[in-house]
């Protein structure tokens, strides 16, 4: 099992800068990715980002540019920069072992405009 511990989000205005954190705990050997999804009002979960054990990542072509995940050993981190009101979601911490996912219980970003 591994648990996932949010921190981060709040209220910023458009163009400003946010940091997300997420830090795992428990069998954090078996981690292959950790990455981050968003879920917005009415819509469907989505990818935001992801980084894996060897440090490639992959980011949703609307945050390209815009978002950086980085991570420093059970920490996986979202820098948020240029924010936009469309970035208005709850964002969710996310790892991949190699036969499960895992959630955190989501964190809320709200963008005014």
């Known amino acids: 099992q591994v648990q996932l511990v949010e921190s981060g989000g709040g209220l910023m205005q458009a163009g400003g800068s946010l940091r997300l954190s997420c830090a795992a705990s428990g069998s954090i050997w078996s981690i292959l990715t950790m990455g981050w999804y968003r879920q917005a009002p009415g819509k469907q979960r989505e990818l935001v980002a992801y980084i894996t054990n060897g440090g490639s990542t992959n980011y949703a072509d609307s945050v390209k540019g815009r978002f950086t995940i980085s991570k420093d050993k059970n920490t996986v981190y979202l820098q948020m920069n240029s924010l936009q009101p469309e970035d208005t979601a709850v964002y969710y911490c996310?790892?991949?072992?190699?036969?499960?996912?895992?959630w955190g219980k989501g964190a809320q970003v709200t963008v005014s405009s």
């Open positions: 996310n790892t991949r072992s190699a036969t499960r996912m895992y």
